[in-house]
């Protein structure tokens, strides 16, 4: 099994589409000494893969595994940042590739060098039976080189919304999973817990399970942590100008409140307090000294405002951030 959490999710993703897997794979010299490089994870799909289909509800794999009659082996690489592929991967000189493809005997001895040098040119190859691609999984993606064109970047709120939404729709058929190690039992018991706005929220929390840069707008976001630290609060007019809104506008005061949104959501999921509580209309701007009307949309949403009304909820909520902040339960 994969040592590093990230590893461990793009596992998943991949298992549940229904591909053999081999996690950590490394790549040996061939005289001894140290390992040349290794391959987070090689994943291989067979052409007629069907799951529950003798029930009459077939389950719908990945896009990116859509394709039939055709083998299907994917190179994956794992960031927590931008997707990108690892040098060894891209140098022909050093001829990993060949060692790999030796290794995992997808194609005959003769047909190894052709393959590999297509892939170091395009990072794909194809034949009449099997296809081969790299995979690159992170936060982001990333402008890649013309070489690697092919290359399938898989950002991490995908690959979450897709294991989500895997789980929550056969959450019956998958409820019993005593052999699944520990990674695929969280998964499933985050996916279907009865949670408010749940997608997001599931994503979220494994994107700070993971350790990942949060996906939020981060100059906000780095701003709402600054002055929830000092213990005070900020203003609409104040932030807008780190995300280039003129809040004069009703569009951009609708970005700016998804921006918040976002944040907010993402702090939930972490278990700490709405830290956009600390954005608040400034005296005349019809909302005197609270947040907008999104604040308080999102805490109902969330569960959080019960029957409270906005003054009451807002002063605890104000309250519950500058506390948390102060005594450092907010990592980032």
């Known amino acids: 099994m994969p040592t590093e ?18 996690v950590n794979f490394v790549v040996h010299p061939d005289g ?44 994956v690489e794992v960031k927590t940042a931008d997707c990108r592929l690892n040098g060894p991967w891209t140098d022909s000189q050093k001829a990993n590739l060949h060692r790999v493809l030796h290794a995992i005997g997808v194609l005959p001895t003769s047909e190894v060098d052709n ?37 399938t970047q898989l950002t991490w709120d995908q690959v979450l919304l897709f294991i989500y939404e895997r789980m929550t729709l056969y959450c019956r058929e998958k409820a019993d999973h005593p052999q699944w190690d520990d990674v695929g039992k969280l998964l499933y018991q985050t996916a279907v817990e009865r949670l408010p706005h749940q997608s997001d929220i599931f994503v979220y929390r494994w994107f700070g399970k993971m350790n990942l840069p ?36 009703a569009d951009h005061r609708a970005s700016m409140s998804e921006i918040l949104d976002k944040i907010s959501s993402y702090e939930y999921a972490q278990g700490r307090p709405m830290l956009s509580g600390v954005v608040v209309h400034s005296d005349g701007e019809g909302g005197g000294s609270l947040p907008g009307t999104g604040f308080f949309t999102l805490a109902k949403r969330l569960g959080l405002q019960d029957n409270l009304d906005n003054v009451t909820f807002f002063s605890r909520e104000l309250a519950r951030i500058h506390e948390a902040w102060h005594r450092g339960s907010g990592r980032r």
């Not at 959490?5 to 897997?21: D, H, K, P, S």
């Not at 040098?117 to 999984?137: G, N, Q, W």
């Not at 981060?218 to 929830?228: D, T």
């Open 5 to 22: 959490l990230t590893e461990q999710v793009a596992y998943w993703f991949f298992r549940l589409n229904g591909c053999f897997t081999f």
């Open 115 to 151: 393959a590999a040098t297509e892939l170091y040119a395009s990072c794909k190859h194809d034949t009449p039976t099997m296809a081969i691609r790299f995979v690159a999984i992170g936060s982001q993606q990333s402008q890649l080189p013309p070489a690697q064109q092919n290359v």
């Open 214 to 249: 949060p996906p939020v707008h981060e100059a906000i976001y780095e701003e709402l942590k600054r002055v929830a630290r000092a213990q005070t609060i900020t203003r609409y007019a104040q932030i807008s100008p780190l995300a280039q809104l003129n809040m004069s506008r």
């Open 32 to 75: 001894g000494g140290s390992q040349r490089t290794d391959a987070d994870l090689i994943a291989v799909r067979f052409p007629h893969r069907q799951e529950l289909l003798t029930g009459g509800n077939s389950m719908q794999d990945h896009p990116l595994l859509a394709a039939k009659g055709i083998i299907q082996v994917f190179f």
